[in-house]
Each structure stands twice: as C-alpha cells, then as structure tokens.
C-alpha cells in the first residue's frame, strides 16, 4: 500500500469507530477482513495511526480546529509522528487512493497548529468534559498532566514465571526485542512502546512463550498481583478470574502449593484460564463456573485470601483501550459502582476471620476507588484496612528500589495508587482489607 492509501485506510477505520459507536478493534478487524491485499506493515500503520489519533482526540482536534476524523489522522502524522507538512500534504494528494488535497484550513494549521497552553485541562489532557471533575478529586490541578500520559503509548510488559524458571534466562531469550529489567518486581521484564508506524515485538511468537516461560501482564498489574502479600499453601479465590492474568500471578506465587480457586461471573473467560494455567504449568488451580448454581458456597468462610480485581470502568488503561475512554458515560460509572458493592459483599462472604480482601481497579476515579472502601469499611466494621505496601513487601517480589518507588505512591488514606505519569504502569488502585485482628 502507498501512504495514501493507508492514510485512507487509517481515516475509514476512525470514521467507523465515530459514526457507529464502534470499539477500534472491530473496525479494524473488519478493515483487514476487506484488505487482503494489505501486508504485515501496512496493516501495523493503519492500526497505529488510527489508535494513536483516538488517544489525543480532543488535543489533535484543538491543534487542527478540526474534529473529524480526517483532521485526527492528518494531525497525528505531523504533530505526534514527526512527519513534515509536505510529506502529509503528498500522502493527502496521492493517487488514486489517498483522501484528497489538504484545504486551506488544513495547510495552515498543519504549519502553525493552535498551541495547547491555553487549552482546558480536558483537551490538554484528552478526556471527555465530565470526567474533569472526577480526575480533579484523584489528581487536582495535575489531571491535565496525566491525562495526556494516558494518552501515550505504552510499553510491553512481561512477567517471568516462577514455575517455570529464573527471570535472567527468560531476559536473556528475549533480548534481541530490548528487554530490561523493570526495577520494580524482580520478575517483571520490560520493552519499549513500538514507535511510529510499527507494531509490538512479537513477544507471544516465541517458542518460549508457547512454553509458559513468561506471560505478557501490565507492570501494574503485577504490582497489584504481588498485593496478595505472602501466599504460599494459602487457600486463595480470584473472584473476578477474567482472563486470568492475576490468577496465574497468585498461583506463581503460591509455588504449587495451597489451593486457588479462580471464579468470573462470565463463564466463557473461564476457558481461557484453564488454558493458560496449563501452558504455566501451574498445578493448583480450580476453576467454579457461575453457570452451577451454589459455585462458591462451599468455599464461603474458608478463604484465607480473596482476591477481587473489580470491574470498573478501566480508565487506568487507556493507554492500550483508548476509544473506551470517548464511550464511557456517567451511567456506565454508576452501574460499575453498583457492581463493585456487589462483589465486595460477596468477597466478604467468602474471607475466613483473620483472612485478607484485596480490592484492585484498573480505574484512576474516587467513586471506585476510595469512596467503595469508605463505604464497605463504614458497613463492614470487623473488616480493617491494613498496608498494602506491606503487604508487597512480604510477598518477596519487590526491589528495594521498586519499594521505594511504591512508597511514594501511597496515598494520604493509606492505599495504593499507580498511573502512567507518577508510576510508570498503568492505573490502579489497590487497597487491602484484613478480617478482625
């Protein structure tokens, strides 16, 4: 494909997402499904160029006085990619595929983009008007600042697995793609955010990989991970399973021993744990399907550790969703905050006295974060919140330097909180609860 027809490409793909509401996944899926013609680069240039302008929808719709998806796609080329205005000008131009010829408008402001100084924090920091508000509570008068580090691309994380070898020799097969050490997790390893055009290592190709020497798991969500504290021979539910990225974490940490028990309430997620815990080997894992009725009553008192990795709104990650954060809406967060009231009444079911819950979101907004422990603290009163920077602390998995790091991250209130911009990872929230003394 030419640059003009993949800035063509990059243009319909938008202009799907935006005329039907559209998650960018499957407008790009059904772009490559008409695209056969279009090759492994072409298709990581249409997808990159296409995700990139959604992440700074509202800066790169300042800059151009434009918000059409043409403009997205003609900014992000010169202001985030580094092209000249010439070069998007000839790719505008191109024949017989490109958009067509830059207008006036589009020239100058191309030239001499509007600058963002005086911008409000919500277009500096490229989120939806109604959510100011809410990242004000989390972040003040830095919102804008880390909005726009969630509008960045973000690196590939991978966590070398315990059980299956030592972290140096999964860094030593995957050094040819960059990887480094993270600093903050002794089995946490680290690539770089692909640049321009080009696509993610592919890290899961490996042989390795296939062997369950590593799995590719958020620097954060690692962190969150090694929350659980100290886990060996526990008895351990992972009550919102998911994927299973977490539970293969636990289980990692538990070395074999004890017993997890990972539940979600969609069962077809379920599938998918199963098959990664074969591949990592690991040996201690029950799974309970919500389509059997009573699934976790027998577990209900017993648990030493119930881990609930709630579903929220995932504005912590939208560096890797950006098109979730234009579809979120008020009504979506308060049906996310009902939900998570019900899981956490069921994790407290669930814990044994003297047995630990620990809350995670990949969500930076107070209503699902401090305002729900505040609440279940209020309602649950032989529950207590204890550190959990501690808690990382016993699990053994942190660097002296990553508990450093962690401990500025530690909230007046005592929780935990990670974003792009103060933590390197993506956003979370993790606090801790303990069950009597």
Not at 186 to 215: I, N, T, Y
Not at 247 to 268: F, P, V
Not at 335 to 340: E, P
């Amino acid at each position: 494909m030419t640059p003009a027809g993949r800035l063509s490409a990059a243009i319909e793909v938008l202009s799907e997402v935006e005329a039907r509401h559209k998650p960018v996944r499957l407008a790009l899926k059904a772009w490559g499904d008409g695209a056969r013609y279009a090759g492994a680069r072409d298709r990581a240039f249409v997808s990159g160029l296409a995700l990139d302008a959604l992440r700074k929808r509202r800066s790169l719709a300042w800059r151009m006085g434009d918000d059409s998806p043409r403009a997205a796609a003609l900014g992000t080329l010169a202001f985030e990619w580094g092209w000249s205005p010439q070069d998007v000008a000839s790719a505008a131009a191109g024949e017989p595929h490109g958009p067509g010829a830059l207008t006036d408008a589009e020239a100058a402001a191309l030239a001499a983009p509007r600058p963002l100084d005086d911008a409000p924090p919500a277009i500096r920091g490229d989120y939806p008007d109604w959510l100011d508000g809410p990242l004000e509570r989390a972040f003040g008068e830095a919102r804008a600042e880390e909005g726009a580090a969630l509008a960045r691309r973000a690196p590939v994380d991978l966590r070398a697995n315990r059980l299956k070898g030592e972290t140096e020799r999964v860094g030593r097969t995957l050094a040819p793609f960059g990887a480094e050490p993270s600093g903050v997790l002794a089995d946490a390893l680290r690539l770089p955010a692909p640049v321009a055009a080009e696509r993610a290592a592919p890290v899961e190709s490996e042989p390795e990989f296939a062997k369950g020497w590593f799995e590719v798991q958020d620097l954060g969500s690692q962190i969150a991970a090694a929350a659980a504290g100290q886990v060996k021979g526990l008895q351990v539910l992972d009550l919102c399973a998911g994927g299973g990225g977490k539970t293969l974490a636990l289980a990692a940490a538990m070395g074999s021993s004890g017993q997890i028990y990972a539940y979600d309430s969609d069962s077809r997620r379920l599938s998918e744990v199963v098959t990664r815990a074969q591949r990592a080997g690991v040996r201690n894992l029950q799974t309970r399907s919500p389509k059997k009725p009573g699934a976790l009553d027998n577990l209900a008192g017993h648990m030493d550790l119930v881990f609930v990795d709630a579903p929220c709104t995932g504005s912590g990650v939208w560096r890797r969703h950006p098109d979730a954060k234009w579809r979120l809406t008020e009504d979506q967060l308060e049906r996310r905050v009902a939900d998570q009231k019900q899981v956490l009444a069921e994790a407290r079911r669930m814990t044994r006295p003297g047995g630990r819950i620990v809350y995670v979101t990949c969500s930076l907004l107070a209503e699902e974060n401090e305002d729900q422990v505040a609440a279940f603290l209020a309602e649950v009163p032989e529950f207590h919140a204890v550190s959990p920077l501690a808690a990382i602390e016993a699990s053994g998995l942190a660097t002296p330097e990553g508990l450093q790091m962690l401990a500025q991250r530690i909230t007046s209130a005592g929780f935990l909180r990670l974003s792009p911009r103060s933590g390197g990872a993506d956003g979370f929230f993790v606090a801790v609860f303990q069950r009597g003394p």
